[in-house]
């Protein structure tokens, strides 16, 4: 039971810088006073409870972008910044992001109030007040904003169970489930017919939850026998156990102790959460003759106790509704934070320069960023960019390479001749 969904992403571009004098009168000429523009909104994926599938997704829209940047003003005011935008998803989804060759993992939202930032909205240019120096004191340059980052993403929902069922083989699990839900798991009277966890969803009332079959447990099941751990890390992640016991079996008591056993040895979490106890398959007379027996031995133990037929659905109804009322009383995990992306940078950047044909190629993430705030057609944009270019050592790294003035060199998209 898995949900995916692919989405675009793009963010808001920066606001342009503006280029402007001030005009004041009686004052011949006055000094720049373009603002900066403002920022590109950025895209948060939030995970959020009243959100259950990426149904949303699928239906309706699939692309979604964030305001842009505001361009800058005169007297120096600062364009307005563009909005966020958060998109909702349950916890319990993936975030991937595609890449050149597959996808990265971006986020692993598991609990409620998670959020993680999809994509960066861009920096506003700055305006022509920023470029004013003791020898250029009316700057006509100013920055364009950078454009919002731009992405493709996967989202993959994991359904988290909220309730577990847990107990040996065929006592009845995939029966329950398949009474209580519109699962349809396998039914059959030999061990181990279930062999991963089944989700279905139950309603009761206005309210719905997930109940999860975890395979049967058996002794030894913390050390891998059976059908080994990984279903009881599923069920870590439940809030509610229905431990359930074939009411025909020779003793329903010693098989309880024994997969709590297990459950204590596997993880003490596990053994701590909230458990019913339930003895299956009264419709069978031996059974019906026993349940006061069971009932007196059962009460020892403080759990709630349930008798119920699978089969016959006799008894679920109440079970499922005593459930629901014991998930309102077991707090859910709840664990606000933003996660971090971690995205690894080169420390210092190397400028490296390669020939193509009579191209001089610049592989340079910083230069590329430079150009692409900078208009081209804008002479004396042109001449801060070739400052910045000594600064950062493209200059003397293409002159390295043979370059001379002249030369086509190529930046990433863009293309310009060496002046
Ligand atoms: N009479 C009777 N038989 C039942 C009841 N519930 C389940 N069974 C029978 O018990 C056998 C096992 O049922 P399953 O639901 O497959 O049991 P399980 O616990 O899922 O078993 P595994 O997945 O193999 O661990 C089947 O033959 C069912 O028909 C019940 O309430 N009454
Ligand atoms: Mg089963």
Known sequence: MIDRVKIDVKAGDGGRGVISFRREKFVPF???????????????????????????????????????????????????????????????????????????????????????????????????????????????MAEKGVAGEEATLLLELKLIADV?????????????????????????DYPFTTKEPILGVVAVGQRSFVLA??????EGAHLGMGLGHDFLRHAERTRVLIH??????????????QVNNELALFNPVLAAKAQLVVVNKIDLPEVRARISELEKELAQDEAPLFFTSAATTEGVPQLMAKVCELLDSVATPQ???VLTVFRPQPKKERVVVSIEGDIFVVSSPRAEKLLAR???????????????????????????????PGDTVRFGKVQMLWE
């Open 213 to 218: 079959e975890i395979p049967g447990l058996i």
């Open 164 to 188: 577990g069922i847990i107990g040996c083989p065929s006592v009845g699990k995939s029966t329950l489930l398949a009474a209580a839900s519109a699962a349809r798991p396998k039914i059959a």
């Open 244 to 257: 359930l016991l074939d009411g025909s079996s020779a003793s329903p008591i010693s098989d309880m102790k």
């Open 335 to 337: 664990q606000a934070e």
């Open 374 to 404: 900078m208009d081209l057609e804008n002479p004396e944009a042109r001449t801060y960019i070739r400052q910045q270019f000594a600064r950062m050592g493209v200059a003397s790294a293409l002159k390295k390479a043979g370059m001379k």
């Open 30 to 140: 006055g000094g720049p006073d373009g603002g900066d523009g403002g920022h590109g909104g950025s895209i948060f994926i939030l995970a959020d409870r009243s959100m259950t599938t990426l149904l949303k997704y699928y239906q309706g829209k699939r692309r979604f972008t964030a305001d842009e940047g505001i361009k800058g003003a005169r007297k120096k005011m600062h364009g307005k910044n563009g909005s966020d935008l958060t998109i909702m998803v349950p916890p319990g989804t993936l975030i991937f992001k595609e890449i050149d060759d597959g996808t990265e993992l971006l986020a692993d939202l598991t609990a409620e109030g998670q959020k993680v930032i999809v994509a960066r909205g861009g920096s506003g240019g700055y305006g022509n007040a920023r470029f004013a120096t003791p020898v250029n004191q009316a700057p006509r």
